[in-house]
């Protein structure tokens, strides 16, 4: 975190996660060769140089594990160069909106876990209903990758899952009667 708030050099770092300095510079050596972070030499008034380290990028890491469901989604926010910082409004101003934000945040992360909840009992309603429950283990695995991914076609679910896809569409009319016939079933009573 301390990275994110303003560039640090490792000695700083080391000090306020009461970290050795080499294992400090083993992990942002590898940051910056991944690059997530850039460095720069910057002279020092009490020695020799030294270098100091920020972040080149801004990023959302948002990983959802549940019952059926594995999704991990980058997101990075959109530089249209447009965004423009606000007038100073002061400590107290500022703690205000960011409260704000946070509230908004906060309630947005709420209606999400709603959302998440609400796909998960859709997939295991599915997955234990009538339509899935004698498929076999290879059956049931496309079945949830079809699931999990709604937005893709049998021929995507089939190269995603190294699948034939003649093999997926058999297995999607399967299902597909199978649900046939128990309307038909439940017309008949």
């Known amino acids: 975190m301390a990275l994110v708030r303003e560039p640090h050099y490792p000695l700083q770092l080391s000090r306020e996660l009461g970290v050795s300095q080499q294992a400090i510079v083993k992990n942002l050596d590898i940051l910056e060769k991944s690059g997530l972070v850039e460095s720069w030499r910057e002279s020092s008034d009490k020695g ?3 270098i100091v380290y ?3 990028s801004e990023f959302t890491l948002t990983i959802d594990l549940r019952g059926g469901m594995f999704r991990a989604t980058l997101s990075e926010p959109e530089n249209d ?3 423009q910082e606000k007038d100073c409004m002061g400590l107290d101003g500022t703690r205000e909106v960011l409260s704000e934000i946070d509230r908004q945040i906060s309630e947005f992360d709420r209606l999400r876990e709603e959302m998440i909840k609400k796909r998960d009992m859709m997939i295991r309603s599915f997955m234990n209903g009538p ?3 004698d498929l ?7 079945l949830y990758e079809m699931l999990n991914s709604p937005g893709h076609d049998i021929g995507e679910v089939s190269r995603d899952l190294g699948v034939r896809e003649d093999r997926m569409t058999k297995i999607v ?3 597909e009667n199978r649900q046939n016939d128990t309307k038909e ?3 008949d009573e």
Do not use: Q, V
């Open 48 to 50: 020799p140089f030294k």
């Open 54 to 56: 920020r972040p080149t």
């Open 81 to 83: 160069g447009t965004a």
């Open 131 to 133: 339509f899935a429950c």
């Open 136 to 142: 076999g283990y290879l059956e049931r695995s496309m």
């Open 173 to 175: 009319k399967e299902i």
């Open 185 to 187: 079933g439940k017309k």
